[in-house]
């Protein structure tokens, strides 16, 4: 038994996540994003075919994240940034997860630091540096007494 889901996948709506998953969507959407830009010009921006950058410029469209208006002969790409919302929204509950999480780390770090034994390793940086100090102390002593 085979089952197709070719069919199925020309209904599946893209999401804006599926859209800036690529770099280079992403810097296509920066492109348009400060003007419209003809396709053409899009194209030539890149190292990729003219069929590649279009497929790229039709998932965005896909999404949401671009229009393409005719304008005489040239069709111009203009970007519709609202739907990043969507994506700075899923972002902003991930940063105040770890915000919580960073700062309670932070607490659980200084209310242990002023009780808490040095480790080793600043015992060992301590030690080099008092050697270090009495070294210099020592050498600039000799050159004093030399003159």
Not at 4 to 32: C, G, K, S, Y
Not at 92 to 119: H, I
Not at 137 to 142: G, R
Request: include cysteine; charge should be positive.
């Amino acid at each position: 038994m085979y089952i197709f889901v070719t069919d199925q996948l020309h209904f599946m709506r893209r999401d804006v996540f599926q859209a800036i998953a690529d770099p280079t969507r992403r810097e296509i959407i920066n492109m348009i994003a400060h003007r419209p830009l003809n396709l053409n010009s899009v194209a030539e921006q890149f190292h990729i075919s003219r069929p590649a950058v279009s497929k790229h410029i039709k998932i965005l469209t896909e999404c949401g994240l671009i229009t393409i208006k005719q304008h005489g002969r040239e069709r111009y790409c203009e970007a519709e940034l609202q739907k990043l919302n969507e994506v700075a929204e899923w972002v902003e509950q991930y940063r105040t997860l770890w915000t919580k999480k960073l700062d309670a780390l932070e607490k659980f770090l200084l209310k242990d630091a002023p009780g808490a034994k040095r480790s080793n390793a600043a015992k060992v940086k301590k030690k080099k540096t008092t050697k270090q100090l009495s070294h210099k102390k020592s050498s600039n002593a000799k050159r004093i007494i030399r003159n």
